[in-house]
């Protein structure tokens, strides 16, 4: 059994634009509500992540801002590090930086982008972050970010090689919970499939000298005494899973606020996950859970 002594951290990752002043609310209910970290996804249709991390800076003071997760497909190396070092100086060093190779063809084809296999999207997402180390890492390199050595790094993986490069490169490793079918589907990973994920990450990163931070991204809370009923709408979506089964998935949080909350402390001591993400519209229903467990 994975333990972790790692405080808890709790992220909410933002998907909803918003004209300036709904944003800046929003971004300050999360602070207000004790979140760590405000996140931004980077897909087509969605806030981009850069502008709206500044925004989301100058309207709060104590939260981490990130990119959760970057597609890397999307992204020129050289062209990233002048974002990431510009949005670190006016955020005040609050910036994490995340990555991840993207899942969705239809994006990238709209956005005129190559998709490319798996290898070459791993392999790009490499490059990426050796390029990121190599231009940031410079004091050639204009303009500077604030933090140093580097901004934070993470990684979401769920692949082996993927995990493997997690493992050797990332301050924060992020599970998806979740793979990828043909088409970009996702589909949720069991809780033993999970521990056999984070084996792979574990064994690999055996020899740091500084353990990385374990991220889990939740896809489903519901705070309620009826358990069964709040999952019973996504079962025609996973048939292959029963409702036990369902209801024991790690990216699933269903029940009481105590409940919820000895789950979340389990799933710590089990796989090690102590940064939990949850979506923007599960922030106030997630937001007992983060109070409850404040400074644990």
Request: overall charge negative.
């Amino acid at each position: 059994m994975a333990q972790s002594p790692r405080p808890f951290r709790f992220g909410v990752n933002m998907l909803s634009p918003a004209p300036v002043d709904e944003w800046r609310a929003k971004c300050q209910r999360a602070e207000a509500l004790g979140y760590d970290v405000i996140t931004v996804a980077d897909h087509l249709g969605m806030p981009a992540p850069f502008p709206a991390l500044v925004a989301a800076a100058e309207a709060t003071e104590r939260p981490r801002l990130g990119t959760f997760v970057l597609n890397t497909g999307f992204w020129n190396p050289a062209l990233l590090a002048r974002e990431v070092a510009t949005t670190d100086a006016l955020t005040g060093g609050r910036l994490e930086l995340g990555l991840g190779t993207g899942y969705v063809q239809a994006e990238h084809e709209t956005a005129g982008l190559r998709w490319g296999s798996p290898r070459e999207r791993v392999d790009h997402l490499l490059r990426t972050v050796e390029e990121l180390d190599r231009l940031l890492g410079s004091d050639a390199h204009q303009p500077q970010a604030l933090q140093k050595p580097r901004v934070p790094l993470l990684i979401g993986a769920n692949g082996d090689r993927m995990l493997r490069i997690t493992a050797e490169h990332a301050d924060i490793a992020a599970f998806t919970g979740a793979r990828t079918l043909e088409g970009g589907t996702l589909v949720p990973v069991t809780a033993e499939e999970l521990d056999a994920r984070v084996a792979v990450h574990r064994e690999a990163a055996a020899g740091r000298k500084e353990p990385a931070e374990l991220n889990l991204l939740i896809q489903i809370v519901s705070v309620t005494d009826d358990r069964a009923a709040a999952v019973a709408p996504w079962l025609p979506r996973i048939p292959h899973l029963t409702e036990r089964q369902v209801l024991e998935l790690p990216i699933v949080l269903v029940g009481t606020v105590e409940q919820i909350v000895e789950q979340v402390r389990a799933q710590r001591q089990r796989y090690g996950f102590s940064y939990l993400t949850v979506l923007e519209p599960a922030m106030e229903a997630f937001a007992p859970v983060v109070a409850a467990l404040r400074g644990e």
